[in-house]
């Protein structure tokens, strides 16, 4: 009597592989402080000025340095679905890829506030 070999092996390997390939998908979006650092050149037109306010609407802007990366990636989120409400952000929101939005906030959260 021939017995076929056991398949078992075969089928808990692959199932492993894809675990891991679906674990290292999720931990993909992990920011990137390097690249966060070049996406936020332009957020210290506003962000970086001591006591900056919007002439319309009065406005006062944010310290973003040192905040935490998750409130950082809730805010710009919110901004980018249109659920926190500022024209500019939005469209500063918009304009980031959800790898961006994590970058930036391991760069921000990086700094001393």
């Known amino acids: 009597m ?8 075969l089928l808990a390997g692959c199932l492993v ?12 979006t992990a920011g990137s402080a390097e690249k966060g650092k070049q996406l936020t050149y332009t ?3 506003c962000h970086g000025v001591t006591g900056y306010k919007n ?4 406005y006062q802007v944010p310290k973003i340095t040192g905040q935490t990366p998750e ?15 500022h024209p500019t952000m939005q469209a500063q929101g918009q304009s980031f890829s ?5 970058d930036i906030a ?4 990086s700094l001393k506030k």
């Open 2 to 9: 021939i017995r076929s070999p056991n398949r078992f092996p």
């Open 71 to 85: 409130y950082l990636v809730n805010s710009l989120t919110a901004y980018k679905q249109g659920s926190r409400k």
């Open 98 to 102: 959800e790898q961006d939005i994590a």
């Open 55 to 58: 002439a319309y609407p009065n």
């Open 43 to 45: 957020c210290q037109g």
């Open 17 to 28: 592989l894809f675990a891991s390939l679906s674990a290292h998908a999720q931990t993909s």
């Open 106 to 109: 391991a760069y921000l959260s």
